[in-house]
């Protein structure tokens, strides 16, 4: 495995190009920011670069100096989850900076999506702090279902409301690796499948009957009848705008794999995740097929790859803290630490 590293632009004239903006963003850039939006537009910022170094690296590019080619990779993997960091349509739709940064996100994250489905490639992240909660409630049912059966005694002190409330990864960590030895088969949980609005601030107000799509073009009528927001809604295209189509055809799927022994107290396995560009509300159309997919190839990378503990990654942390991550994100970060001591 050969490693090619890029970094961002260092030149102030290099900064004022169109594919590096947002690598500088001082707050006296943004007056029209308050101090909160300005603190999320960073973390949205950052999430932009990444997209768009994501959409480099899919597509053919070339090293500077010496102009060596490189082809396009067939799987990436993003350090983070790959949903985008913003999907409130609130936001989106803002007149200020702050909404001028989710569009380009969102759309940077359209134009990978269409990559993804269109060019057999596949875009993955890797959660090192996994907040969802799924499986808990899941185990916990499985567990009732075995204390009403009576058919095990280890279930009379199970603490079900304390795992309810435990994030995935906590539990998932214990339960995959436990009895593991080095060099045994990888073992994963099942493909968890969100749609796109399931991860906006449409997913409390989703129904069958009318669409979050339906929904935005209903508040466009409205909002146009009632003077408002007329200058987004002029340049808005209905059904080819990237937010609604990242709607109509991005689902993301999730799952954790145990590739190591036995993990305990501050040691956790990371989430992968990784997009599925599918159809969200058409009839009969089974996302899990191209799920499969995407997910033999991240599979595949990530045996090429392997894992590693890393006991610097989470400069954040308390320091007894280990997580397991790829090679590829171990060795990225520890060649980013290089060159900023350099």
């Not at 799924?134 to 204390?147: D, E, H």
């Not at 080819?240 to 145990?258: E, R």
């Not at 995407?294 to 790859?305: P, S, T």
């Amino acid at each position: 495995m050969s490693f090619v590293f890029t970094r961002l632009p260092e030149k102030p004239e290099d900064l004022q190009q169109r594919e590096n903006k947002y690598t500088v963003m001082a707050k006296l850039f943004y007056p029209d920011l308050s101090d909160a939006e300005y603190m999320h537009s960073l973390w949205n910022a950052m999430d932009t670069l990444e997209a768009r170094a994501t959409l480099r690296v899919l597509s053919r590019w070339y090293t500077s100096p010496g102009n060596a080619e490189v082809r396009p990779a067939d799987v990436v993997l993003r350090d983070g989850t790959v949903v985008p960091q913003d999907r409130d349509f609130n936001h989106y739709k803002d007149d200020t900076h702050y909404g001028e940064i989710v569009r380009d996100m969102i759309s940077l994250n359209w134009e990978i999506a269409k990559k993804c489905s269109s060019d057999q490639q596949s875009v993955a992240g890797v959660v090192k702090n996994a907040q969802v909660r799924v499986f808990g409630p899941i185990l916990n049912w499985y567990v009732a279902q075995l204390a009403a059966k009576k058919e095990s005694s280890v279930v009379e002190n199970w603490p079900f409301n304390a795992l309810n409330s435990l994030p995935d990864q906590v539990l998932l960590s214990r339960l995959l690796t436990a009895q593991r030895e080095k060099g045994d088969a990888w073992t994963r949980t099942c493909l968890v499948l969100r749609p796109f609005h399931a991860t906006s601030n449409y997913n409390k107000r989703y129904s069958r009957v009318k669409s979050p799509v339906q929904l935005i073009l209903d508040r466009k009528i409205k909002d146009l009848n009632d003077g408002e927001s007329k200058a987004f809604w002029s340049d808005f295209r209905d059904h080819a705008d990237p937010y609604v189509q990242m709607l109509m055809n991005v689902w993301y799927g999730s799952c954790f794999i145990a590739t190591v022994p036995r993990l305990e107290f501050e040691r956790f396995l990371p989430r992968i995740d990784f997009l599925v560009p599918c159809q969200t509300y058409t009839p009969n159309v089974d996302p899990i097929i191209s799920a499969r997919a995407h997910f033999r190839r991240v599979c595949g990378a990530l045996l090429d790859c392997g894992f590693e503990v890393s006991m610097e990654h989470s400069m954040f942390k308390d320091k007894s803290t280990l997580e397991v991550l790829p090679e590829l994100i171990v060795r990225t970060h520890d060649t980013v630490k290089t060159w900023h001591a350099s």
